[in-house]
């Protein structure tokens, strides 16, 4: 029996919880004088989080650590001069489609895009590079080289004599993996909901380090699970053949699913198959249910044992309303009601449960008899069933382990590509079920390490079954194709050009098959590139301007800018969604951005009159904004703010 505290709350403890809910890694374990174990907080990282500068001062403490890890954090948090320019010629139905295709270092988007995603991201997958021992391509400027990280992780004096051997199979490679994946892991946490997941893919090499990570970033207690796919065994190994890869799964609020009584589901593999083979037997026998029922427990028996639908075989009896297998009908637990039960043909009483009838209301019973929900023998003497139907059991609890042959994929994206274009590429078929048992409706999935764009595929295809209109955001970078490969030789430069086709390809394949009514059919990408700002670098450190440099104030937007750039750069600062409807008008001789109608409207033409102002803002948009210089007069531009106070005053009134 619990005791009563009898004591006034623990007002620290519920403190750190409240920080825990902000700052998860900075939450740790403390041994108290006692000896027993407590939450503390880690007010070294504190600090680091809450200061745009490294903060040392280590202390002992369970966590982990490498040379560079507080670089990385600062990384994190340090803001950017940069931004997201549009690229129609690279996008498809730009004006209409609501995802999106970011080209760049996904670092670099990932905080272009905090201020638009904050919160809203359902589910987040990313199958980052795999530490191989191999140099990798996202190298920030934070990343330790070898002869820094030694000197750092003390293998390596001041003069440059070695301190440890062998110190290849240390921590270097560990170190340079870690603090490319951990700002990057740091800023994918605020994109989520809070019913959203993270699912993160990796191997053995990194899957402990990982994880350890991951319980600092989105905390210990909403780790869900580490799902093992089984992808073919392989036979290049000479101890242990290694056939499988994880993919890591965090929460961004366990309890906050369980207070809301959240399930996960996926639909059982193997189902089309059997109803296909259903409608066949349907075809041939008309309503000889009999015949139908021995046909398909024929079927079921011609089945190899690694067939998906064989593990349903259970579900091989048919009545008008399809497949069903009879089910217990007993009461749970034994102790149920015992009443007669009269059997359909013979009138007889049936055998009763040993556990009694599971409802205890014998009308409801008849109910279910009338309706022909029971499954009876051929006499009395057997117990009967209820029937338990496969179109109301397609939904199961995802399992931690599964196996899909990871040739498939390969083999499937070849055909789609014409060639071998990505080495390993995802199964597709995979992420549609993670995609199926976490998002629907209009949910939003990111993947920024692209790849191939499989979670793109992915997504369209599950789109096109159940009707939802889920959203992706994909980032890749830019990385040139290597030379000699299969992607060089079919034209493309860079990965990025690749997984666009990739979309284009399997949306119009997608598309091609049949597609659930209620999907709105986009297949469709809006590209935006990571670029430098549209700004000049002037604008951002005015302190620097000398005499040779005053030229530079009579713009302070880069010349090869245009229009449509400095109005995503302005959607960005806003937060605005970057998929919003975009219509060009023409007002009072200039030419005015509207943004899905008047959620934002932007003109950047030069001269703005007292004319366009007025009919700016009698059509009261929720924001609007002009160029710094681009008002007629000074006195224009000082009166501009109080005249939409005076004819919008809901207009939030901005310069670039």
């Not at 992808?231 to 906050?256: F, M, P, T, W």
């Not at 992420?431 to 939003?444: H, S, Y």
Request: a negative charge.
């Amino acid at each position: 029996m619990d005791k009563l505290k009898m004591h006034s709350p623990d007002m620290s403890q519920q403190n750190i919880e409240k920080i825990r809910a902000l700052f998860p890694n900075c939450v740790t374990e403390s041994r108290t004088s006692d000896g027993s174990l407590r939450l503390a907080v880690d007010f070294d990282l504190l600090k680091q989080e809450l200061s745009d500068s490294i903060v040392e001062g280590p202390q002992e403490r369970y966590h982990l650590n490498w040379p560079g890890k507080r670089q990385a954090l600062l990384t994190a948090n340090a803001p950017i001069a940069k931004t997201l320019r549009p690229c129609r010629e690279d996008s498809v139905n730009f004006d209409t489609t609501q995802n999106l295709f970011i080209e760049g270092d996904n670092l670099d988007a990932l905080k272009l895009l905090q201020e638009t995603y904050l919160g809203k991201v359902k589910m987040i997958y990313i199958d980052p590079p795999y530490n191989t021992g191999k140099d990798f391509i996202y190298k920030d400027n934070f990343t330790s080289g070898q002869a820094a990280h030694e000197l750092t992780a003390s293998e390596r004096t001041e003069e440059g004599t070695r301190l440890v051997a062998n110190p290849e199979g240390n921590g270097r490679f560990h170190t340079n993996w870690l603090t490319m994946i951990t700002p990057r892991l740091r800023l994918a946490r605020n994109f989520l909901t809070r019913d959203g997941a993270i699912f993160v893919s990796c191997d053995e090499g990194e899957q402990p380090r990982l994880r350890l990570i991951m319980d600092e970033i989105f905390g210990q207690s909403n780790f869900i699970a580490d799902m093992v796919w089984a992808a073919g065994r392989k036979n290049d190994s000479r101890l242990v053949s290694v056939s499988h890869e994880y993919i890591v799964c965090y929460a961004r609020d366990s309890e906050y699913l369980r207070e809301n009584k959240t399930t996960w589901r996926q639909r059982k593999k193997g189902l089309d198959e059997i109803y296909s083979q259903h409608d066949r037997l349907k075809r041939q026998h008309g309503n000889d249910y009999h015949a139908m029922t021995k046909g398909m427990k024929e079927w079921y028996r011609s089945l190899p044992d690694s067939h998906p639908s064989k593990a349903h075989k259970h579900y091989a009896h048919v009545d008008e309303r399809g497949l069903y297998f009879p089910d217990n009908i007993s009461w749970p637990g034994g102790g149920g009601p015992k009443y007669e039960v009269l059997h359909p043909k013979t009138q007889k009483p049936v055998k009763v449960p040993s556990r009694g009838w599971m409802t205890s209301d014998p009308k409801r019973m008849q109910q279910w008899i009338d309706e022909n929900r029971v499954h009876f023998g051929d006499d009395e003497n057997s117990v009967p069933c209820i029937k338990s139907y496969l179109k109301d059991k397609e939904l199961q609890t995802p399992y931690s382990v599964f196996y899909q042959d990871g040739r498939a994929a390969s083999k499937r994206l070849r055909t789609l590509m014409d060639g071998d274009l990505f080495d390993f590429p995802k199964d597709e078929l995979v992420l549609q079920e993670l995609v199926e048992m976490l998002t629907g409706g209009e949910d939003i999935i990111l993947d920024f390490f692209a790849g191939s764009s499989t979670t793109a595929h992915s997504i369209m295809l599950q789109n096109a079954i159940d009707g939802a209109n889920r959203k992706f955001v994909m980032v890749q970078l830019n990385e040139k194709i290597t030379d000699g490969s299969a992607a060089l030789k079919a034209g493309f430069k860079e990965i990025s050009e690749v997984s666009r086709e990739r979309i284009r390809r399997a949306g119009k394949k997608v598309l091609e098959g049949e597609c659930h009514k209620d999907w709105n059919q986009d297949v469709g990408f809006r590209v935006l590139k990571v670029d430098t700002s549209n700004m000049a670098d002037i604008y951002y450190s005015p302190d620097a301007i000398g005499q040779g440099s005053l030229d530079l104030l009579v713009d302070n937007i880069k010349p090869d800018r245009s229009e449509e750039d400095l109005l995503f750069q302005v959607l960005l600062d806003w937060g605005i969604d970057l998929t919003l409807p975009i219509r060009k008008d023409t007002l009072c001789g200039k030419t005015v951005y509207n943004v899905d109608d008047g959620a934002l409207v932007a003109c950047f033409d030069r001269n703005i009159t007292e004319d366009l102002l007025k009919a700016l803002a009698e059509q009261a948009p929720l924001r609007v904004v002009f160029r710094d210089d681009g008002f007629a007069t000074d006195s224009l531009k000082i009166n501009a703010e109080q005249m939409f106070k005076q004819l919008a005053p809901g207009t939030d009134v901005r310069a670039i």
